[in-house]
Each structure stands twice: as structure tokens, then as C-alpha cells.
């Protein structure tokens, strides 16, 4: 009992599982495919809130050729032993594990993929993506890449557009906390190099506990020989974020390791998302998302050259409701 007390705060004990639903006011689940036979990708999510009307949830589905739709869907739940949720309304539906994502919302806004041979998140690594932070009870914002990569299969209609794709990248992640979403926070996904098992991920933002206030970004990178290296801890291995609504330039260091990432996007060809307002069951534009932008990585170890590339498809976002409600109304 005591256990799941600690983990409805929000946080996790070395080796648990922070892919699992805690029963926070927010479990957001998020996938991306990547096509780069296509030069395609796509993005599916579902953010389950759990506020004192009960579970809804907040879904979406979109594409890099310009595609958004997104739907509030009341009745959801979110799955505290294993990695999934599920959504479901009138004519519109959507589950994703780790095994399957499935997505109705419209006959012009489906997607149906199988995934396997994935290449999850280190089971060796006491902490997931937000590192020790993940120990502290009651954070606003928790942060896991449990999928660096693997197979996804199966076909998509956005839109007037629908194709079929097998052995596309997939990515996922998870995001969860007490309070939604932080006031401001980046992000970036990119895979699509030309070794096809390398993959990089950050997240950063205002992390938030009571008094406690501090910023994070946290990065990882998968090497295409398969060794994941994070940063983001304070003090041991710093992450420096330079980030605008069509720049990310990050810099992190430890001991052994050196990234830098460059990465950039006209904000002409951005997505606006919406992000959910728990305890109003109701969503608002709160992200400037990009679909294919350009991200060049660099991965050094004791200051030799171990790993650089290039990626044009790119996910990159830079997220806050004052900048992103200013960009929807400037579009109307």
C-alpha cells in the first residue's frame, strides 16, 4: 500500500516502471512514426485526465504533410500495469500499447500499425528518462522515452491522403504529473539517420514541486550500435538549451560524453496542438509543433568524434499557451 501511495504522487523507486499509469491528474501517451522511404511522418497521442468529473481524454492524429485532428473523448482509462490507454465516444475511438496503436477519430483521420522488434529503454538503468528526478514525489511534470526505436507496420488516412508502410521507425514516450503541462517546455524526436537504429529525444522545462523550482532538459541518444546515453542531471551531466519557436541548440556533458544537437524549422510549417486543461475537459492550443525539421546531432566521448548525422524529419516543439494561442488566432 505504501508503494502505490508513493507512486500516485507521480514518482517511481529505482528499477520501476515509469512507463505504467500512476493515477496522476495526467498520463499522456505519445507516438511517432517515422517513414523515410516516404519522407513521412506521423504522430498519435492520447493524454488521459483524471480530474473530479472522472477519466477523459484528450486524443489527436497528425502528419508532416500538414494534417491535424484532434477530439476530447469521455470515457478513458489508463493502464497501471503495462504501457497503454484507451479512449472511446460517439463514432470515434483509440488504443495504443506497446504492441498496437490503433486510432478512430473520422473516416479521414485513422491509423492501425503493428510494432515489434522494439528497442525499449535500457532495463540495466535504475532511473527512465527524467533520472532521479523521477524519485521525487508530486512533480508537475515527469518525463519517460521507454521506445528508442523498432518496426512499425501497418497504413494511415489523413486527410484525403492514405498509405501503407512497413519497417518505418517508431518512437514513444510518456508524460505524466499533477498539473498538466508546465508553463513553458521544449521537446524533440528525431530518427531517420542514415543508420537506421540511431535515435535522439529531448524534453526541458520548468520542473515544479511545492517551493521547489527548477529547469531541466533532459537528452538522450541512442547510438546506432545501440548504447543510450542521458543527460540532463544538475551538476553531473548538464544539458545548456538555447530554444525558440524555429531553434533548438542544445549542449550536455558528463564526464565521459559530449552532445551537441542543432536543430531548426520554419514556424510557417508548424502544427499548433492542443493540450489538455485538467479539470475542465477541454483542450486549448499550448504547442508550436514541427513535423520534419531539420536536427543535426554530434556525440563525442572524451573529446573524440564518435557519432554525427543529420535527420530532416524531425519533431520539434516549443510549447506554451500564450505562444501558441498568439499563433492559432495569427492563422484564423
Partial sequence: MALLGY?????????????????????????????P?????????IGVQTDRSGRWALTGLGASDGFWRHDV??????????????ASGPGRSFVGTDERVTVDLGPDATLDIQLDGLN?????????????????????????????????????????QHWSFDDA??????????GGFPESWWWGQAQGFEEPGACVAFAGGDVVAGPFRTEVTGLVVRLPHGRVIRLG????????????????HLAGRSRDWTVRIEAD???????VLPVPLVGERRAVPGAIEHLSGRLRVEVSRRGRLVWSDESTL?????????????????RL
Fill in 7 to 35: 507512486r500516485s504522487s507521480g514518482a517511481d523507486l529505482p528499477y520501476g516502471h515509469p512507463e505504467w499509469a500512476h493515477g496522476v491528474a495526467m498520463e499522456g501517451y505519445f507516438w511517432r512514426i517515422t517513414d
Fill in 37 to 45: 522511404s516516404a519522407q513521412r511522418t506521423v504522430i498519435a497521442l
Fill in 73 to 86: 473523448l469521455p470515457i478513458a482509462e489508463a493502464r497501471p500495469a503495462g504501457l497503454g490507454a484507451r
Fill in 120 to 160: 525499449r529503454w535500457p532495463a540495466r538503468r535504475a532511473f527512465g528518462g527524467s533520472s532521479v528526478f523521477q524519485t521525487i514525489p508530486g512533480l508537475n511534470q515527469y518525463w519517460h522515452p521507454w521506445l528508442l526505436g523498432g518496426r512499425a507496420s501497418g497504413s494511415v488516412t489523413v486527410g484525403d
Fill in 169 to 178: 521507425h517508431i518512437y514513444g514516450e510518456k508524460n505524466w504529473g499533477k
Fill in 233 to 248: 542531471n544538475p551538476g553531473t551531466s548538464p544539458v545548456v538549451a538555447d530554444v525558440g519557436d524555429e531553434h533548438w
Fill in 265 to 271: 524549422a520554419p514556424l510557417t510549417d508548424a502544427h
Fill in 314 to 330: 524531425a519533431g520539434l516543439e516549443h510549447g506554451g499557451l500564450d505562444r501558441a494561442a498568439a499563433l492559432a488566432e495569427s
